[in-house]
T-cell receptor, first 115, second 112 residues
């Protein structure tokens, strides 16, 4: 059973460009959350998707948007990239029937470098 | 505003001894606390958690202690093993939300 997978593993973009990151949740999971982890920092919650709708959002600008597909996979889009968007982007999935947040499983992340 | 703080960026412990990692929080709405372990090139993996109605939770070599009045929690690893070398993140969540608030992490190195 594959866990959470993310693609690509690494990405280099230049300022002003747009980027799309992809996440496939663990089998049986229907909820996907995205986190940004800047160098030397802990992961910061961007948003969460459930039933193809954004359910919760952290303190991130509208340049950060997402989408969830009927198969529960998800995309994170970032427009007008800034140097400060350079970070590790983590996807976490969780099942519908969950007791608490520890049922979130994290993927290995996509490392984005903005030049 | 850093709601979850890990003030020690690194910790070095000899194999077999106890590792103690500390975490402080400021938001009184947090009711659930978790510890994650992260190896390079991998995502964080859940280690142990504690509800705010408890003051201790134990799982094998790992014990988490919660002091609500001090808004402080700690993770004890006994005995420490070289495979425990990783970055440890403290995280918190408020009731009925999956949003995790993470600390900045503590890099633990266990040497022989």
């Amino acid at each position: 059973d594959a866990g959470v997978t993310q693609s690509p593993t690494h990405l280099i973009k230049t300022r002003g460009q747009q980027v799309t990151l992809r996440c496939s949740p663990k089998s049986g999971h229907d909820t996907v959350s995205w986190y940004q982890q800047a160098l030397g920092q802990g992961p910061q919650f961007i948003f969460q998707y459930y039933e193809e709708e954004e359910r919760q959002r952290g303190n991130f600008p509208d340049r950060f948007s997402g989408h969830q597909f009927p198969n529960y996979s998800s995309e994170l889009n970032v427009n007008a990239l800034l140097l400060g968007d350079s970070a590790l982007y983590l996807c976490a999935s969780s099942p519908l029937e969950r007791d608490r947040v520890e049922t979130q499983y994290f993927g290995p992340g996509t490392r984005l470098l903005v030049l | 505003d850093q709601q979850v703080k890990q003030n020690s960026p690194s910790l070095s412990v000899q194999e077999g001894r106890i590792s103690i990692l500390n975490c402080d929080y400021t938001n009184s709405m947090f009711d659930y606390f978790l510890w994650y372990k992260k190896y390079p090139a991998e995502g964080p993996t859940f280690l142990i958690s504690i509800s705010s109605i408890k003051d201790k939770n134990e799982d094998g070599r790992f014990t988490v202690f919660l002091n609500k009045s001090a808004k402080h929690l700690s993770l004890h690893i006994v005995p420490s093993q070289p495979g425990d070398s990783a970055v440890y993140f403290c995280a918190a969540s408020a009731y009925n939300t999956d949003k995790l608030i993470f600390g900045t992490g503590t890099r633990l190195q266990v040497f022989p």
